[in-house]
């Protein structure tokens, strides 16, 4: 059976290309033989606002939280992730701690203080097609050629604390530190 990476972190390589994905965290949000979803969450835009997206719905939000830079496909839809302490009918569980909603009642919850607890708006996702994020996240792996072969990522169990509670300058060489002591610690094994 295929091992499922559904709420699990990706964490760039140091050695990945220094592009969008360089020093990079993102949660898998889809997750499939076909088609693999996942949002940067350590990569907030410098001048989009929760507030600013809400004002343009409609929305009356006084915020000033960061919109995050979820990727380069489809950066005009918004998805926020979020603590489970918050739901509605069309969130999705991605862990036993954090969901996704991708409609805009999370927004006007979050604007009412009756949302999540913890969140993040992210703007546009990364897209893997046909296995190759498996590809890259195997280490023994030959991946074909061009600029997608050259990513690979570790993989880290989503929490609380580190999604929602790491700066996202901070993010990266904490996810990497864990993911090296988890793979000493399973080797040791």
Sequence with gaps: MKKSYLGKLLVANPRNPRDDLAKSVLIMVTYTKTISIALQINAPHEE????????????????????????????????????????????????????????????????????PKYFKACSGYYLWEDGMLDLQINPRSQIPGGPAGNHRWGTLDASIETVFQTTAHEMWSECIDQFLQDSIKSYMT
């Design 48 to 115: 989009l606002t929760l507030s600013r997206i809400s004002q343009n719905i409609g929305i009356d939000h006084s915020g000033d939280q960061p919109v995050y830079f979820g990727g380069q496909v489809n950066q005009h839809k918004i998805h926020v992730i979020h603590s489970l302490d918050w739901q509605s009918i069309s969130t999705t569980q991605l862990n036993e701690h954090i969901g996704i909603t991708n409609d805009v009642g999370v927004l006007m919850a979050i604007s009412r203080n009756q949302g």
